[in-house]
């Protein structure tokens, strides 16, 4: 193993950075060359390389975003594709590559390892359904910035008497709307993985305003509901006014979070360090009760995270409010 790849790939995630540095800094220690890729794959297929110092990584572990970019690359589904990949990264000899993003991005890094480039990934998104690790890279900073956001909203729902709905990112995982829902106290979480009922809501809604309890937080997984849709539909059902907060972008930028920033600096690390040790790698680095774990990509290629159920309870028994889900 004498030179190494990195790209970043998929949706950014606070906490790339933090990853990148952590694997150009242990590379060099190690005495690796390292050239890193913009653009994810969609780089890597027009060749857009670049060798990488160790003065790169000064003044980014602090940084949002990628400093390598990132793109998605619907191409990268081609066997025909794939095989190109690997001639332009064997063109310049590369002995092994490391990937950062969420589940799409370990498909490509299987693929290429599947075509005889040993590759591991390392799990960085907001969303945190990725099977193979408790935690991945950028979740606890979106969390973070979700929690900061609801304490607003509520400051300003409650002066006004008002239900309100908070819009998160998860298409198909509620992780985001669940941590962040337990933490911040909300009345409501509403998940793509628990169905709830419309009209069960409505009523314990209003239970709540007999009880003079005069305003709700309802966080709400993007797969769960269509924020306004939803909030349209409950005040035609209640009378109750509803404001609704769609929290977007700002949920995947800023500053990392200093669980991040540590996650992002050890798996980059141990990636380097198991790269440069083991004679085929075709793995993701994860942590599993509190251990830094590899798992094989055939263990976790096309599975997702087990959402929570029982945390999910927990939270609706705080809450002190009339169930409204189908569980």
Known sequence: MKKIAILTSGGDAPGMNAAIRGILRMAIFLNLEVCGVYQGYQGLLEEEFINMTSFMAGGIIHRGGT???????????????????????????????IVIGGDGSLKGAAALSRQGIPTITIPATIDNDMAGTEETIGFDTAVNTVLYAVRKIRDTAASHNRAAIIEVMGRHSGHIALAAGLSSGAEYILVPEIPYRKDALAHSLLSQ????????IIICAEGAAHGPELATWLKEHTNIDVCVTNLGYIQRGGEPSSRDSLLGSLFGAKAVEYLFKQEWVHHMVG????????????????????FNAELYKLASLLADREPIDKI
């Open 287 to 306: 942590v599993i009760k509190n251990q830094v774990v590899f798992t094989p990509y055939e263990e976790i290629e096309g599975h997702t995270k087990e």
């Open 67 to 97: 400093i390598l970019k990132t793109a998605r690359c619907a191409l990268f589904t081609s066997d025909s594709i794939q095989k190109k990949a690997v001639g332009i990264l064997k063109a310049r000899h590369v002995d092994g590559v």
């Open 209 to 216: 305003m007999k009880l003079k309890r005069t305003n709700s």
